[in-house]
């Protein structure tokens, strides 16, 4: 009996795994810390928060761990042997939040702007990292699937008077600037590489740090996970020798559009990307303000002038349902799930921007000259509203009144525009969204608006200037500066540092970083840091002392 048993156990599981092979959207979840909210009876606003939060958008899926999605205990226990080079009796005392936080994902006690009228929430895994328990409706399968989500990369630490960061208390929409996707896909390919094919000792690792997982997931993981784990990363370490075929970014800067064209299938099976731009995490305040989205402008909805003004009254359902559209299509690349699911997530991406037409970054936390704010303002006015927006002539909170959606050639790094190619659009233009977008290569790129400018240290599209101080500067920008984990001078507006006297802007000594920093070197292929100069040339050292107040306003 006991060994009709035992086949019988057996017979299911390959069973299980045959069916896990041959039809992988049988199995999919969503967010637990998504599902403890009852969306039905939250606002639009408190929604569209929640989702932006803690929302997967479809990304936890068997689909999704062959694109972006990990199965989250592996990948955990592979990082925390990886921390204590194999010993799994010091696993007792590892703390995953730090290991996370070294690679920029925070782990808050508090989200800043929070709603009150909402229940606290969940905050026991790293934000943005969204997880959840997957379990085939009939069969023993079942895996818990972590993937990335908006948060990731669009909350911020908050900042004090004095420029330290406080990573206890966060704020969604803010430009997470040390957010570094490659040294944590480069971790995870190490980890894996190293203690991947050493069973034993993973799954013991799985029992420390996840007493609570079942016996059907540790079976799936065992007999179906990890079996297919060890062979894709066999695969990509005989050809690639890394995770993705591309280098997926620098601190505080993201390279979407390779992580796009590796979607479409633009990058040759078994190679590795040369050329790579990195694009600076935006603030989101204004950005539906925006007719187009990217840096480039790229994204348009079909039959709309990207480059009219935008006005108070433009700013209604059929502008916000027209744009979540292109928000819905950002968790192709960054999700790595389907257009179709893209799609069916349109009214998440609707909710979310619900929220942003009402959100705040931070306000700037540090001293402000008030005596300069009236010549700021006329000189935001003179030379940057043209381009930027604008704003009304409050002096505690400016708001923006108009958006000129300028694009045009500045002088900055053109790496980026030449990389966009018409063979991307056409490849969106002719898929499933290209009823919804209208991709185009502009050769140009697209003006942001400024709101929440304090915090999206370093500045122009590609981070490569560390200050507002030295933007206004071009002869006195750092041909290298350290970003990650760092403080800001809330003086001169960035990244807190002091002039080495060979070219580079440095952080204090004493300074320790909560995350992994790097050094940028402007001299590396498109991190040029040239470019946006003529606003500043005719403006005296009173104007841009008086601008940089104005800014901190914004």
């Given at each position: 009996?006991?060994?009709?048993?035992?086949?019988?156990?057996?017979?299911?599981?390959?069973?299980a795994?045959f069916?896990?092979?041959?039809?992988p959207?049988?199995l999919?979840?969503s967010?637990?810390?998504?599902?403890?909210?009852?969306?039905?009876?939250?606002?639009?606003?408190?929604?569209?928060?929640?989702?932006?939060?803690?929302?997967d958008?479809?990304?936890?899926?068997?689909?999704t761990?062959?694109?972006?999605?990990?199965?989250?205990?592996?990948?955990?226990?592979?990082?925390?042997?990886?921390?204590?080079?194999?010993?799994?009796?010091?696993?007792k005392?590892?703390?995953?939040?730090?290991?996370?936080?070294?690679?920029?994902?925070?782990?808050?006690?508090?989200?800043?702007?929070?709603?009150?009228?909402?229940a606290?929430?969940?905050?026991?895994?790293?934000?943005?990292?969204?997880?959840?328990?997957?379990?085939?409706?009939l069969?023993?399968?079942?895996?818990?699937?972590?993937?990335t989500?908006?948060?990731?990369?669009?909350?911020?630490?908050?900042?004090?008077?004095?420029?330290?960061?406080d990573?206890?208390?966060?704020?969604?929409?803010?430009?997470?600037s040390?957010?570094?996707l490659?040294?944590?896909t480069?971790a995870?390919?190490?980890?894996?590489?190293?203690?991947?094919h050493?069973?034993?000792?993973?799954?013991?690792?799985?029992?420390?740090?996840?007493?609570?997982?079942?016996?059907?997931?540790?079976?799936?993981?065992?007999f179906?996970?990890?079996?297919?784990?060890?062979?894709?990363?066999?695969?990509?370490?005989?050809?690639?020798?890394?995770?993705?075929?591309?280098?997926?970014?620098?601190?505080?800067a993201?390279n979407?559009?390779?992580?796009?064209?590796?979607?479409?299938?633009l990058?040759?099976?078994?190679?590795?990307?040369d050329?790579?731009?990195?694009?600076?995490?935006?603030?989101?305040?204004?950005r539906?303000?925006?007719?187009?989205?990217?840096?480039?402008?790229?994204?348009?909805?079909?039959?709309?002038?990207?480059?009219?003004e935008?006005?108070?009254?433009?700013l209604?359902?059929?502008?916000?349902?027209?744009?979540?559209?292109?928000?819905?299509?950002?968790?192709?690349?960054?999700?790595g799930?389907?257009?179709?699911v893209?799609?069916?997530?349109?009214?998440?991406?609707?909710?979310?921007?619900?929220?942003?037409?009402?959100?705040?970054?931070?306000r700037?936390?540090g001293?402000i000259?008030?005596?300069?704010l009236?010549?700021?303002?006329?000189?935001?006015?003179?030379?940057?509203?043209q381009c930027?927006?604008?704003?009304?002539?409050?002096l505690?909170?400016?708001?923006?009144?108009?958006?000129?959606?300028?694009?045009?050639?500045?002088?900055?790094?053109?790496?980026?525009?030449?990389?966009?190619?018409e063979?991307?659009?056409?490849?969106?233009?002719?898929?499933?969204?290209?009823?919804?977008?209208?991709?185009?290569?502009?050769?140009?790129?697209?003006?942001?608006?400024?709101?929440?400018?304090?915090?999206?240290?370093?500045?122009?599209?590609?981070?490569s200037?560390?200050?507002?101080?030295?933007?206004?500067?071009?002869d006195?920008?750092?041909?290298r500066?350290?970003v990650?984990?760092?403080?800001?001078?809330?003086?001169r507006?960035?990244?807190?540092?002091?002039d080495?006297?060979?070219?580079g802007?440095?952080?204090?000594p004493?300074?320790?970083?909560w995350?992994?920093?790097?050094?940028?070197?402007v001299?590396q292929?498109?991190?040029g840091?040239e470019g946006?100069?003529?606003?500043?040339?005719?403006?005296?050292?009173?104007?841009?002392?008086?601008?940089?107040?104005?800014?901190?306003l914004?």
């Open positions: 009996m006991k060994r009709i048993g035992t086949a019988l156990l057996l017979m299911l599981i390959a069973l795994v069916v896990w092979i041959s039809d959207t049988k999919k979840t967010s637990a810390s998504l599902t403890r909210f009852e969306t039905g009876a939250m606002s639009g606003t408190e929604e569209g928060i929640a989702l932006f939060g803690f929302g958008f479809g990304g936890l899926s068997s689909d761990l062959r694109t972006s999605a990990a199965p989250w205990k592996l990948a955990v226990s592979a990082l925390a042997l990886q921390e204590t080079a194999g010993d799994v009796a010091a696993l005392q590892i703390d995953i939040a730090a290991i996370y936080r070294g690679f920029g994902f925070h782990s808050p006690t508090q989200i800043a702007n929070w709603p009150p009228t909402l606290r929430p969940d905050l026991s895994k790293p934000v943005g990292i969204n997880t959840g328990l997957a379990k085939h409706a069969l023993p399968i079942a895996v818990t699937i972590g993937n989500g908006c948060a990731a990369c669009h909350s911020a630490v908050t900042y004090r008077e004095d420029g330290t960061p990573t206890t208390r966060i704020w969604l929409g803010m430009p997470n040390s957010i570094n490659e040294a944590y480069a995870l390919h190490s980890a894996f590489r190293t203690y991947g050493d069973d034993a000792k993973l799954f013991e690792t799985v029992e420390i740090l996840f007493p609570e997982t079942g016996w059907s997931e540790r079976q799936t993981l065992r179906a996970i990890l079996p297919m784990l060890q062979q894709e990363m066999d695969e990509r370490n005989r050809t690639i020798g890394r995770l993705v075929p591309f280098v997926a970014g620098l601190p505080g993201t979407g559009l390779d992580a796009l064209r590796n979607r479409l299938g990058i040759p099976e078994g190679t590795v990307v050329k790579s731009v990195f694009n600076s995490v935006p603030e989101l305040g204004g539906l303000w925006r007719r187009s989205f990217l840096n480039t402008g790229s994204y348009v909805p079909p039959g709309v002038d990207p480059l009219s935008t006005v108070p009254k433009d209604d359902e059929n502008h916000l349902k027209e744009m979540a559209s292109i928000v819905a299509y950002f968790t192709v690349p960054s999700m799930v389907s257009a179709e893209a799609e069916a997530h349109i009214a998440d991406a609707e909710a979310v921007l619900r929220w942003l037409q009402d959100y705040e970054p931070q700037f936390p001293k000259n008030r005596h300069l009236t010549d700021g303002r006329s000189v935001y006015a003179d030379n940057c509203s930027h927006g604008v704003y009304n002539q409050n505690t909170k400016p708001e923006l009144v108009a958006f000129p959606n300028w694009q045009g050639d500045i002088g900055t790094d053109r790496r980026r525009l030449e990389l966009t190619g063979n991307v659009a056409a490849a969106v233009n002719s898929g499933h969204f290209g009823r919804y977008i209208s991709a185009r290569s502009t050769g140009a790129y697209a003006a942001p608006p400024l709101t929440g400018i304090w915090a999206s240290a370093p500045y122009l599209h590609n981070g200037v560390p200050t507002l101080w030295h933007l206004m500067r071009p006195k920008r750092p041909e500066f350290v990650g984990g760092h403080a800001l001078d809330m003086t507006v960035g990244l807190r540092g002091s080495d006297a060979q070219g802007w440095m952080p204090p004493d300074y320790e970083p995350a992994l920093s790097a050094e940028i070197d001299s292929y498109g991190l840091n946006h100069e003529r606003p500043f040339s005719s403006l005296s050292e009173d104007d841009k002392a008086a601008l940089l107040e104005y800014l901190k914004l």
